[in-house]
């Protein structure tokens, strides 16, 4: 029942695997989905160059779009941030996630950085895991419906999407998918007592 598939997520998978296991996850994700669901590739690399390979290989992979976190180890500043997502944006041709989770990478893009990143039409969605809820609103105060807004954050799911996410990229699915996807629907369809 879930919406959609991210192949090598940043703390597990993309920490482990080498850069042909990923892809070759992804192949097997894209022809299992076949069709149903669409497929992103998450892009979490220590380099903008990888990022940048990754995204190139991944389209002839079969992803519809991509997860995209700043380069990774190094905590770059603000203009090294911006500069990592519009180049990748550039090596895409396929829409793209914006991964924020300060909390487990330490970059912070924010809500000043995303409105800086509203021009580029490649960015169409935030998976946002800064751990603050006051963020969501915060993002659809300043920039309204320009990105689909997604919850990162399995404990703050509910209250993300009650502020006004429209989706959840999970963790718990893995372990709990049935209930997942629940959670989610109750909530979409405003039974906020059940789903709690």
């Not at 220590?46 to 779009?65: F, S």
């Not at 920039?143 to 954050?153: H, M």
């Amino acid at each position: 029942g879930v919406h959609g598939i991210i192949t090598s997520g940043s703390l597990g998978e993309s920490s482990t695997l080498s850069y042909e296991e990923k892809q070759e996850v992804l192949r097997v994700a894209v022809e299992t989905a076949d069709g149903r669901v669409p497929v992103l590739m998450g892009v979490a690399f220590t380099t903008t160059a990888e990022a940048c390979r990754a995204v190139e290989d991944a389209q002839v992979n079969g992803a519809e779009g991509f997860m995209v976190l700043p380069a990774m180890l190094y905590p770059a500043d603000r203009r090294e941030t911006l500069t990592h997502f519009r180049t990748v944006a550039d090596a895409s041709g396929k829409p793209i996630m914006i991964y924020n989770n300060p909390v487990a990478y330490t970059v912070d893009c924010t809500v000043d950085m995303l409105e800086e990143l509203a021009d580029e039409p490649m960015f169409v969605a935030i998976k946002e895991s800064s751990d603050d809820v006051r963020r969501v609103t915060d993002i659809i105060n300043r920039l309204g419906d320009r990105y689909q807004l997604f919850t990162g954050v399995d404990n703050l799911a509910m209250e993300s999407l009650l502020m006004g996410s429209v989706g959840w990229v999970a963790g718990l699915v893995c372990a709990f998918p049935q209930e997942t996807v629940a959670i989610y629907n109750l909530i979409q369809a405003g039974r906020i007592a059940e789903a709690r």
